[in-house]
């Protein structure tokens, strides 16, 4: 753990890669974000060129790791759902191995998720407990971002969402799968968030706005 960790106000003066953002899903134990465990990470890089408003999915520039379990996962409608096996869960890596690979893959962009605030808390929770620190990085919502660039849209979930836009995914509920339509989900939306937002801060104000909006 660096001094960095420790310092008041290290946050906020954590640089933010403009350029690269990380769009991630998990996949867990349960729904549960402060008891069930963290299972799988999954995250694609995106490339933000700001000055011709593009954003592009970088397919080569990605991550995937499960999380080795102490007390693996039998219920057999939850390994239905997320794909990954007792045998998967006994032979993942160790979880503060885990999790430092994923820390030094995002390193400074800043990170998206749909309903990321689950997300997060998971992975706030679990690196608090095998690392002793957080990730200081950003968050954005695109859940929020699809509601206040189409607020007539009246969706919620994923799928809903997906439906709207005519995504298709392989596999639903397994990290990588959704990952990937989370991020064609981001580049149906992009030219609106892109029409109102001139660097990340711009995003991060325009998701905050969806509070605002009545929705059914």
Request: glycine share 4%.
């Amino acid at each position: 753990m660096s001094l960095l960790d420790w310092l008041p106000g290290a946050r906020a003066r954590t640089p933010v890669n403009e350029a690269r953002w990380v769009m991630l899903d998990v996949e867990t134990s349960g729904l549960d974000p402060h008891h069930d465990r963290l299972l799988a990470i999954a995250a694609i890089a995106l490339r933000v060129d700001w000055k011709r408003r593009r954003l592009s999915v970088d397919l080569g520039d990605s991550f995937e790791v499960v999380l080795r379990q102490e007390q693996v996962t039998e219920a057999k409608d939850n390994i239905l759902l997320h794909g990954i096996g007792v045998q998967r869960q006994r032979e993942g890596m160790a979880p503060d191995a885990a999790l430092e690979a994923f820390a030094g893959f995002v390193w400074q962009s800043p990170l998206l998720a749909f309903h990321a605030a689950f997300d997060q808390a998971m992975i706030t929770r679990h690196m608090r407990h095998y690392l002793g620190r957080t990730l200081p990085n950003p968050w954005v919502d695109i859940e929020h971002l699809c509601a206040v660039t189409h607020e007539k849209v009246r969706a919620r979930s994923l799928d809903e969402w997906m439906r709207h836009f005519g995504i298709e995914c392989a596999v639903r509920h397994q990290a990588a799968a959704d990952t990937l339509a989370e991020c064609e989900l981001l580049l149906r939306v992009w030219p609106r968030v892109a029409a109102q937002c001139a660097d990340w801060r711009g995003v991060q104000r325009l998701a905050r706005q969806q509070s605002w909006i009545a929705r059914a």
